[in-house]
């Protein structure tokens, strides 16, 4: 009996492959309107619609690019289903009965094949709308005269979407797909009639007279202020969201270790050194530490009763402080050992968190880029170049490897490895360099197109 259900299952699901992959076609064009409709005033995606930096319109590109590759691909296997399975029957149509309420039952009459082409055409105009853009961009330049009586020349898409929607449709579920195509054709033609006001007279006017006209033209806009707030508040939202993104970058890792340590790695590891005894030390230089912080006890003992800071002791009672100061050294080294083995796994577990943290927010690291570069690059020059100077002399300096070396050292302490001294200095010799270069190579290739003002400064300010 269990062979034939999933024999059964498995053609259902075969004979419902055009639908699903339409269906997830349609839901991407949807989310593409979406992002037309909230960050560009419903124009298609492109930097001369929206007043965004790099970032964000990179952002925006890549959102259009997954959806318009997941649409490809579900078209792509709309078709090659389609040709073997039939897609609808014209005449079929589905009932569907809603027993949510028991006492007023209803009947939902959903034409199957209205639904399903204009979800065909809506698909079709979204990629058709990138299609033509891709193909033919749209001029810079365009010098039309326009008599008073004009009107813009609708879309054939927007007539046909016109004269279906004059016709009716079969039932209501239908007609806000068709109103909402409507209304993205509405809205494009406004930007189009909007943004070829200025650039018809590009080569006639200097830039900047125009440029200083169409500030003019904005501060007397009845809605500039609205526009001002939307930008405002826009610009709120980004940087609130890089600033909860960057403290999750940092209170996540460390909350990770600090409970990974004492409520999961802690127990086992302590467990563990119990059952197997495990040794004080965990390497030679902890021992030899150990072994110079008793020996400084003892002689300071003696010593201070050689000067008589203290009254005189026998040797026994000596012997006896001395045994009492090797089990409390005893007893701190062996928490140390078990501190720096919980501290190698529950930073293993913090590492991981950050990691999977930066794989699911690649929205928030774009945030956080835009929101860096706008902090870094909307300095003066001069502070550009001080924070240049800081971080190169800090970390690739001449009094950088003393740093680096404290740095290590401590790294290495706090996961219990023996301070190897060639290592550290072949690290010293090594990395800073790189990073140096690395350095000066973005002040070449970015800083010096992006500001060479702040490039000069630097220059004067390190001479």
């Known amino acids: 009996m269990a062979i034939p259900s999933l024999l059964q299952k498995a053609r259902q699901w075969f004979f419902k492959t055009p639908e699903r992959a339409l269906d997830q076609a349609y839901e991407a064009a949807k989310m593409i309107e979406a992002i ?3 960050h560009f005033n419903g124009n298609p995606i492109a930097s001369a ?4 930096g790099k970032s964000s319109m990179a952002y925006f590109q890549g959102e259009l690019k997954k959806y318009l590759n997941l649409i490809e691909l579900r078209m792509t296997e709309f078709r090659a289903s389609s040709a073997v399975v039939r897609v609808s029957d014209p005449k079929i149509m589905e009932v569907q009965v809603s027993d949510r309420d028991e006492a007023n039952l209803t009947l939902n009459v959903i034409d199957k094949p209205a639904l399903f082409f204009r979800k065909l055409q809506f698909v079709d105009e979204v990629r058709s709308r990138y299609s033509r853009t891709e193909a033919n961009p749209p001029p810079t330049v365009v010098m039309v005269p326009e008599s008073a009586t004009a009107r813009p020349r609708p879309t054939k898409s927007a007539t046909l979407l016109q004269a279906k929607s004059q016709n ?8 806000p797909l068709s109103q909402t195509s409507v209304n993205t054709a509405n809205a494009n033609q406004n930007g189009q009639t909007k943004s070829a006001g200025l650039s018809g007279s590009a080569n006639v006017l200097p830039r900047s007279i125009l440029r200083t006209v169409d500030r003019i033209r904005q501060d007397l806009d009845p809605n500039a202020e609205e526009q001002v707030v939307k930008e405002f508040r826009s610009s709120r939202g980004r940087t609130t969201i890089a600033l909860k993104f960057l403290l999750l970058l940092i209170i996540v890792p460390l909350l990770t270790q600090q409970f990974a340590k004492n409520y999961v790695v802690g127990p086992i590891v302590d467990y563990t050194r119990a059952q197997q005894e495990a040794g004080i030390f965990l390497n030679v230089e902890m021992e030899e530490e150990a072994l110079h912080e008793l020996q400084q006890y003892e002689e300071r003992l003696r010593f201070e009763v050689l000067i008589g800071k203290v009254e ?11 045994v009492e100061k090797a089990t409390e050294i005893e007893e701190a080294y062996r928490r140390r050992s078990a501190d720096s083995v919980k501290n190698v796994f529950s930073d293993m577990l913090a590492v991981g968190a950050f990691v999977l943290l930066l794989m699911n927010q690649k929205s ?7 929101f860096m570069d706008e902090i870094v690059y909307g300095l003066s020059d001069s502070a550009k170049a001080f ?3 800081l971080f190169t002399d800090m970390f690739v300096g001449f009094h950088s490897p003393h740093g680096w070396e404290v740095l290590l050292e401590g790294l290495s302490r706090h996961l219990g490895f023996p301070a190897n001294r060639e290592f550290i200095f072949l690290f010293i010799a090594t990395f800073p360099v790189i990073l140096d270069t690395v350095f000066k190579y973005w002040i070449f290739r970015y800083l010096n197109r992006i500001s060479p003002s702040a490039v000069a400064t630097y220059k004067n300010m390190n001479e």
Request: aromatic content about 6%; proline content about 3%.
């Open 36 to 38: 037309e409709n909230e």
């Open 49 to 52: 619609y929206g007043n965004y």
């Open 168 to 175: 009716g449709s079969v039932n209501g579920a239908i007609a």
């Open 312 to 322: 005189p002791i026998r040797e026994a009672e000596i012997e006896e402080r001395v």
């Open 364 to 370: 928030g690291i774009l945030t956080l880029k835009s």
């Open 387 to 389: 924070i240049i100077i």
